[in-house]
Each structure stands twice: as structure tokens, then as C-alpha cells.
């Protein structure tokens, strides 16, 4: 997939006309059909009028390439964290409600759990082994302090979540470094829960949260890494198409000085 025509087809060109003359010549083409601008990201000429102009400093920095692939995957990362929040919430919301009328749900849960063992015999789950079944029967003995608390570390876990949610999706330096120490500090409790019984969702989770951590180690060049930072950011800086058309410009300008 060209992740840059895709980014151009559903969110539009970015063109801009720098006011250096030489550079806006680079970017720019004259037509039967009028005049076309340089996408910075897809590198087409679009025809008509460009979205931005000023001065090239300011231009917007526009991912391309291989970058704007990694900013792809690190919004889907950030989307199934923000998932992961919403369900915390709603399970911590489930905790202090529960708090303030056990003997209540205690009896509601009783009642309900007959229909729960037939539907569980259609579809051959057996709740007397489940520990789903065996959280709840334990939530009705536990104090309301203890509740209280379960519930302080789900609205917690709910917040690093979130956290690495909002850094993944606008793409921060501080939102990789936060996603990889956070979700590495959980990887031995994902690991632990496998080495108890193995399931289809805990192995899924801990092969995306894997497969996340080393991706972002190593494509981000994080703690030193393939590079470090001066490799990631030069890698931002030369993958710009305004800076090679800059870098052009200049190598030019350097050929006509030594000729003259």
C-alpha cells in the first residue's frame, strides 16, 4: 500500500508555495490547465491554487514514506489502547457500583445464574471453571475499602493507557518512550497469566504489546538504539520533500559558485 496516495485520497493534498523563488520553482509547474503545485507528501503536482504559502521555514512538516506508514500503525496502536481504557472504566464504574450494595447484586447474580449454565451448555463453556464466574463470586465477599481500591487501580491503569493512547496518536517523542516503559512493566503479569492457563485473548494481547515494544524500540531508534535519537531525527529531517528540494537548490547553487 502507498500510505501517502491514501493519506492524499481521504484527507486531500498538501501543496504550499514557499516564497523563496528557486524553491517555489521546484514545487511549481505552469499548464495548459493552469498552474500545478508539488504535493509534499505524495510528491504529485496537483493543479490550481496551493493549500498554504510563506516562508519555507515554516512550511508544515509532512510525513511521507516510510514515516507516514510508522504514523499509521502507531494511530492503530493508540486506538486499541484507547479501547483497552474505555473497557478499565467501565469495569472500575461496575466496582464502585458494586460497592454500595453487595447483598443487592449478590442476589440479582444468583438469580441470573441459572440462565447463565444454560447458555453455557449450548455453547460448551463451563462457568464452574471460569474464573470470570469465580471473580464475581469473590467481589461479593470483599470489603467496600478494598473495592474502593480495585477500583483506584483500574481508573489508574485506565489513565497510563490513555496516556500512551494521546502520545501514540500525535506522534511525541515522550509518547514512544512512555508507550515502551509502560507496556514493558506489564509484559511479565501478561506472561504470568499465560503460564496459568492459555487463552486466545491473553495471547493476543501479549503478542501485540511484544510486537509493539520491539517495533518502537527499533524503528523509533529508542535508548540508543539503531542509531538513537540523531538517527531518528535526521531520518525526519531527509524524508522531508521541501528539505530535498531545499538540499537541491543548494547543491546547485554551490555547482554555479565554483563554476563562476
Not at 504559502?53 to 516510510?66: S, T
Not at 472504566?89 to 445464574?113: F, Y
Not at 463451563?126 to 467496600?144: E, G, M, N, Q, R
Amino acid at each position: 500500500m502507498d500510505f501517502s496516495l491514501w493519506t492524499c485520497a481521504t484527507r486531500g493534498h498538501e501543496t504550499y508555495a514557499p516564497d523563496e523563488p528557486e524553491l517555489a520553482a521546484r514545487l511549481h509547474i505552469a499548464t495548459p490547465a493552469g498552474e500545478s503545485w508539488r504535493c509534499l507528501r505524495c510528491g504529485d503536482f496537483v493543479p490550481g491554487e496551493p493549500r498554504r504559502h510563506g516562508p519555507a521555514d515554516n512550511a508544515p512538516e509532512v510525513p511521507r514514506g516510510r514515516l507516514l506508514r510508522d504514523r499509521v500503525i502507531m494511530r492503530l496502536l493508540a486506538l486499541e489502547r484507547i479501547f483497552r481504557a474505555l473497557v478499565l472504566l467501565l469495569v472500575g464504574a461496575g466496582v464502585l457500583k458494586l460497592r454500595g450494595s453487595q447483598e443487592h447484586w449478590r442476589t440479582k447474580w444468583g438469580e441470573e445464574l441459572p440462565l447463565i449454565r444454560q447458555l453455557a451448555d449450548q455453547i460448551g463453556w463451563d462457568p464452574d471453571h471460569s474464573k470470570i464466574v469465580h471473580w464475581v463470586d469473590k467481589a461479593f465477599t470483599l470489603s467496600p475499602s478494598t473495592l474502593i481500591w480495585v477500583a483506584v487501580a483500574l481508573f489508574a491503569y485506565a489513565a497510563i493507557q490513555l496516556i500512551e493512547a494521546v502520545g501514540l496518536w500525535l506522534v511525541k517523542r515522550w509518547g514512544e518512550y512512555f508507550a515502551v516503559i509502560a507496556t514493558s512493566i506489564f509484559l511479565p503479569l501478561e506472561i504470568y497469566e499465560l503460564t496459568e492457563k492459555i487463552t486466545f485473548l491473553r495471547a493476543s494481547a501479549l503478542l501485540i504489546n511484544l510486537a509493539a515494544v520491539i517495533w518502537l524500540l527499533w524503528s523509533k531508534s529508542l535508548f540508543g538504539l539503531n542509531g538513537g535519537s540523531r538517527a531518528y531525527y535526521a531520518e525526519h529531517h531527509t524524508e522531508s520533500l521541501l528539505t530535498v528540494e531545499r538540499s537541491a537548490v543548494a547543491a546547485k547553487a554551490e555547482r554555479a559558485a565554483a563554476a563562476g
